[in-house]
């Protein structure tokens, strides 16, 4: 399921070599190039531009709060009071948005998420 | 029962039969099998099902390696419950030392059990509210009372592992 990111960042970068420094061939009285700009090009894939994916968990009336709470903390590193929170928004709304961005990411949360046992899906950003 | 941290362990004392006996259910407790209701709980979907091929592809990658996470924990446990067989003693109270780095694997194993007989018994939001129901009566009664034995043990695992 874990696929490698999909993200193609190819930098292109032109640089003319000189072999020897400008300030030798002024010396020398010969003809000198200006160096050429490099350039950079950057590409995204059309993934990259997509919408983000949301990291959801579910209310579930098994899982402790205080379990709930741990889980956030070690799968997000979250601090205790921003887990704490979410996983009251889970208690009293039913979800909560835990996360969001690329898919491939979002997915290896959800797995983390369900290795847990916790109810957690992904979905997109509406 | 008393429960307490000694060095790298997990001590429970005064673990009278009845309590020992429904420790050494947790393994079986766990398995779903032949609990479709279960099954779905333990393994359920990661997203919408109207995103079927993300959904398939996580039947076919993602789940083994849950299941086999799910099993290798409560190999674990079951190792760790082997303290309380063969003892001449079966009237007494028990002792059971949990290693401190099976302490994952325990809440794993105890939450897998909970979620296993709460699907199976269905039981509401009340229910499972309710913390002072006797287990005698009936088996529903007997397993809402393992699920609410199971996750007091994982509170105080917790506490420790906090």
């Given amino acids: 399921m874990s696929r490698m990111p999909r993200r193609e960042c190819s930098r292109v970068a032109q640089k003319k070599q000189f072999k020897e420094p400008i300030g030798a061939l002024w010396e020398k009285g010969g003809a000198t190039t200006i160096e050429r700009p490099a350039i950079e090009k950057e590409t995204r894939s059309k993934e990259d531009l997509d919408l983000p994916w949301l990291v959801i968990v579910h209310n579930d009336p098994v899982n402790l709060m205080s379990y709930v709470t741990m889980v956030f903390q070690r799968v997000f590193g979250y601090p205790r009071e921003k887990a704490e929170r979410h996983m009251l928004e889970v208690h009293h709304k039913g979800r909560s948005v835990l996360w969001s961005g690329m898919r491939e990411r979002a997915e290896l949360y959800v797995q983390q998420l369900h290795g847990y046992l916790l109810l957690a899906t992904l979905e997109k950003a509406a | ?162």
Wanted: aromatic share 8%; charged share 25%; glycine share 4%.
């Fill in chain 2, 1 to 162: 029962m008393e429960i307490r941290r000694c060095n790298d362990e997990i001590e429970i004392s005064e673990l009278d039969p009845f309590l020992a006996e429904l420790l050494r259910q947790i393994p079986a407790s766990a398995d779903p099998k032949g609990t479709t209701v279960a099954e779905q709980r333990l393994f359920s979907p990661p997203a919408h099902e109207t995103e079927t091929d993300l959904c398939k592809e996580w039947k076919l990658y993602v789940e083994p390696e849950l299941r086999r996470l799910f099993q290798t924990a409560t190999e674990t446990v079951a190792t760790d419950l082997q303290q309380l067989n063969g003892s001449e003693k079966t009237l007494a109270n028990r002792v059971l030392r949990i290693p401190w780095k099976h302490a994952d694997a325990w809440l794993s194993a105890l939450n897998q059990a909970r979620l296993v007989i709460a699907a199976k018994y269905n039981f509401s939001d009340a229910e499972l509210g309710d913390h002072f129901r006797s287990p005698i009566g009936s088996r529903r009664d007997l397993s809402l009372f393992q699920v609410n034995f199971y996750g007091f043990l994982q509170e105080c695992i917790l506490r420790e592992v906090g």
